[in-house]
Structure formats: C-alpha cells, structure tokens
C-alpha cells in the first residue's frame, strides 16, 4: 500500500524525514533512508530547508525510492520561479516521484546564503493550483502537455498560529487550491490539537499532526522562544526536567510516543509526521512505543 | 520619493582617485528631503574633496535632477566650472546620476549615494517602504496595504508558516503584513475580499526598463 492509499484507506499513516546533505557524502543520509524504510509509510525530503543550501530534493527522493522508501518532494517557492517549479515537477513525475509538498518556504535570511536574491515568484496556495492544472495536462498558462502528471499534493498548517485566524483561511484556500493531505507544524498541547481538528474535519483532507521530539528543557525553552507556532505546555517541560539530564531524551521520547498513540486511540487525525531533526535512528522506536510496530 | 543613503566617502575617493577636479550636482527634491543631495550635504563633499588634495570647480543643486532636460537648462550657468572639471559627482539617485549621464557625453559621472527604494516619510527623515512599482497595483483587493512590498516575501495569498505572535518570520520588530491586512479588513467588515485567492502575479507588467510617454494623447487633445 502506498502513501496515498494508506492515508486514503484510513490507516494511522506516519511519515518522516529525510534531510539532504550539504556535500557529496550522502553515507548518513543513506543509513537513515535504510532505517526507515518499511517503518514508515512515506518520507518527506526535504528543499534546502532553512535556505541552507544543500542536495536537492528530487535527486534524494530519486534515491529515497530506489531503496524502498516512498518519498515526499518537498517542494518550496523561495528558490524556483514558476518555469523552474513546473519544470522540476514533470521531472519528478518521469522520475517516479508521485508526492509533493508544496510549501512557501524560509526565507533566505535564515539560512547560509543571505545575500541570494529571494524569488517568491508564486506562493504555495498557487503552486497547489499549479499542481492540479499539470495533473489535468496543462501548464500554468494553459499549454497542453504532452501527458499529465499524477501527483498526490499536499501541503502545511500551523495549527498554534497566533492569530490563527489568518492562517485557517490560508488553509482553506490549501484545501479549495486541491491539497489532499496536510502535514502539521509541530504540536504538544493535544487539547487544543482538538480544537484545529474539529475545524480542520470540515474538509475532506487528511491531517498528519507534526511531532518534534523534544530532547531536553532547555530545547523545549528554545522552541517556545524562538520558532513560531510552537508551544510547549509548561507540563512537558517539567516531565523533561525532572527525568534529569541523562534520561530527557529517554523521556522526550516518551512524550511523543505517548502523544501519537493517544492521537491514533482516539482516532484525532490520520496520522503523524515525525521530525527527528538528527534523530532519525530515534523514530522506529518512538514508532514501537507508540505501538505502531 | 526615491529613499538614499550617502556612500562611504573613502570609497568615493577610491573610486574617483584618477580624477583630481570635480563638478558636484545635487537634487532639491528627494535627495534633499534625505539630506544626501542638498547644499549642506554638496558643501560636506566639497569640504571633504579639498581636504583630499581634490578640486570642486562648481555645484549645483538643481530643481529635479532626474528632470534631464531641465537639469540641463540649470547647468548652462556652470559652463564653465563642468568644462574645468575631469569628473562629475552626482549627489542624487540613480535616476539624477543616469540624467547626468545623459548630459555629460564627455565626462564620466559618479553617485555619491545608494539608491534604496520609494519610500513614504513618515516622520523627518524617517522613511518606509510601501511600494515597490510592480507595475500592476494590487492593493485594491489587499485592505490597501501592499503585500509585494510590506511582506519580505512577497506572498499575495496570506501569512506564511513563519508569522509568530502577529510579527514578521523575517524581521521580528516588523508586523506580519498579512496580519495587518487581516486585521484591517476585519476591522473595515471586508474580511470576504481575503478569501478571494489571487492569480500568481504578472511580472511582466513590471518588465526593465520601464517607459510611458503620455506626450501623443495630450497633442491629439490638442488638435
Ligand atoms: S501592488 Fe505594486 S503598485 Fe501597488 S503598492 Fe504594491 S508594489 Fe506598488
Ligand atoms: S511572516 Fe508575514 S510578512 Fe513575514 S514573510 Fe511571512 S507572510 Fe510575509
């Protein structure tokens, strides 16, 4: 069963990620594509994320598929206009490449290139249109192609936006701009996880809630502090704290697999999308303690 | 108005370093409102040049210095002191520098300044982007507020992922302007005209370089 079919059929779908290099040495990132594999339903590689100039997605999804792995091309706007977006996707559909995320993407002042020249040329609810006018074998100035593409699109959501109003429109243009499925930023507070939920499950899309694994307190501070839209309850970090240095991860772990299974027992949304951020060889067992293995 | 900064002036020096006598030309509109093309600033480059070891054989602050051909009728006066001059240093922005490229066939021309952007004042000498000339205004469908030029990334269809607590993903002291168009619509009852979905803009509206003669309509109107 592929991604598409799992999220479809109604199974609890998880997906992950596989981060690029930056460099010719993809030994790591072949170790992490070989651990997930057949773990997972699908990864998501990931587009110079942060603007940090890495591979390519589409060559590591390329890989990523030749190994076994079903993967997700994250696809951003900050560095294609739209003759190299349309481009790179009929590339990615010869290539085998089905998924597609569409995002905006970080702006270059995050990354390692500041002084590059941002293009932005469209935005991630176009590039969704886009998405559905090369499926139906046009372009987006309504060229015939020579054969469609299949893609199944998705896109983000930040569920703690603040205000979240704003956002929950742009995710309802996502949905009417054709997205199937949504991958969250990263969520702690399941109560109000609910509360997006009940919203979200007036459309008919699917919804994996995005995970970080929290590592210690102290990295729990930082993303309070420094990466919007997300919120870690005061509770969490307390359960971090008192674990002591040397089992925080043990317990951060503990958190996200507590939270999955809880998110699939009481059938809150479809599934997850787990960030190790570096941690990759920590996701089959959070997977296991969750019980999804 | 178009929004400069003066140049370092050691830089000025490097560049010019051929050239020992100089003719300056400011602007009495932008650049004077900037401070970077009025007297005050052409007499702070004349003080500096001399003390160089540099020549100034004349300036002029001319009405509009992007207006070639008045800014030509303005120097007939200076005759002289350009002739004398090996250089010309051009104390406005891009566009009044290109002027004086246009009207000096024989002498190569220098900006003293940076050219920024077109900027509002919005209290003395204190100036903000609002517009950036895309060449086909879309604000009418954005509360009045430009998202090409108040969102750093230029989004015409809502906040991005990187908006926290209402504040720019890229300059946190700036508000979202997506959440500044929302809240104005909200505010004006016009939250509808967010939900419409705008097409991928067209960029070639904007196409370099820009020209517009409105010269042959009015001559019609004329006859
Ligand atoms: S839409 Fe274009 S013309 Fe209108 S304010 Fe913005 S940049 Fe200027
Ligand atoms: S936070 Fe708002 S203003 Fe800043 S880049 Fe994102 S959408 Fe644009």
């Known amino acids: ?293 | 108005m178009i929004i400069t900064k003066k140049k370092d002036p050691n830089n000025i020096l490097e560049t010019v370093k051929k050239y020992d006598k100089f003719f300056l030309i400011g602007c009495s509109e932008c650049a004077s409102l900037c401070g970077t093309g009025n007297e005050e600033a052409l007499q702070e480059m004349t003080d500096f040049l001399e003390s160089n070891g540099k020549k100034v054989t004349g300036q002029l602050v001319p009405k509009t210095g992007c207006q070639t051909l008045g800014t030509k009728i303005e120097l007939k006066k200076d005759k002289e002191a350009c002739a004398d001059a090996d250089a010309v240093i051009v104390m406005s922005c891009g566009a009044g520098t290109q002027s004086a490229t246009e009207i000096f066939k024989d002498k190569p021309v220098y900006p003293s300044n940076d050219s920024l952007f077109l900027g509002n004042m919005t209290r003395f000498q204190m100036f903000d982007e609002r517009c950036s000339l895309c060449g086909e205004c879309v604000i009418g469908k954005t509360a009045g507020i430009c998202p090409l030029t108040n969102c750093p990334k230029g989004l015409l269809v809502g906040p991005c992922g990187g908006m926290s607590d209402g504040k720019c993903e890229v300059s946190p002291d700036v508000p979202c302007a997506w959440v500044r168009i929302y809240e104005r619509q909200k505010s004006l009852d016009n939250l509808d005209e967010m939900k419409e979905v705008l097409e991928p803009k067209d960029w070639s509206a904007g196409q370099k370089p820009g020209n517009l003669s409105t010269r042959s309509e009015k001559k019609e109107e004329k006859k």
């Not at chain 1, 990864?43 to 994320?49: E, I």
């Not at chain 1, 932005?120 to 046009?138: A, C, P, R």
């Not at chain 1, 040397?246 to 949304?269: P, V, Y």
Request: proline fraction near 3%; hydrophobic fraction near 40%.
């Open chain 1, 1 to 293: 069963m592929n991604f598409k079919e799992a999220l479809e059929s109604g199974k609890f779908t998880v997906t992950a990620e596989v981060g690029p290099p930056k460099g010719t040495d993809i030994t790591e990132m072949l170790h992490h594509i070989d651990l997930l594999k057949g773990k997972i339903d699908a990864a998501n590689v990931t587009d110079n994320q942060s603007a940090v100039m890495r591979i390519n997605s589409l060559s590591v999804c390329k890989i990523a598929m030749d190994k076994g792995l079903e993967p997700i091309l994250q696809m951003t706007c900050r560095d294609r206009n739209r003759i190299g977006l349309q481009s790179d996707l009929l590339g990615a559909s010869i290539l085998g490449v089905h998924n597609v995320l569409c995002m905006t993407g970080d702006h270059t002042s995050a990354g390692d290139h500041k002084e590059a020249k941002t293009v932005y040329d469209i935005e991630s609810v176009q590039l969704l249109n886009v998405v559905n006018n090369l499926n139906s074998g046009k372009d987006m100035m309504g060229n015939e192609l020579k054969g469609p593409t299949s893609f199944y699109q998705g896109a983000v959501v930040t569920p703690e936006a603040n205000p979240v109003e704003p956002q929950l429109m742009k995710f309802e243009k996502k949905v009417n701009a054709g997205a199937n499925f949504f991958q969250t930023q990263a969520i702690y507070d399941i109560d109000k996880f609910k509360g997006f939920m009940d919203f979200a499950r007036k459309f008919d899309v699917k919804v994996l809630a995005g995970f970080v694994v929290l590592k210690s307190a102290g990295m729990a501070n930082f993303l309070n502090k420094f990466v919007p839209g997300i919120t870690v309850p005061q509770e969490l970090i307390d359960e971090l704290k008192e674990a002591g240095k040397e089992k925080a991860l043990d317990a951060g772990m503990n958190i996200c697999a507590r939270q999955i299974k809880q998110l699939k027992d009481e059938k809150i949304c479809d599934g997850v999308h787990i960030m190790a951020i570096g941690m990759e060889d920590k996701v089959p067992e959070i997977m296991e303690r969750a019980g999804l293995l």
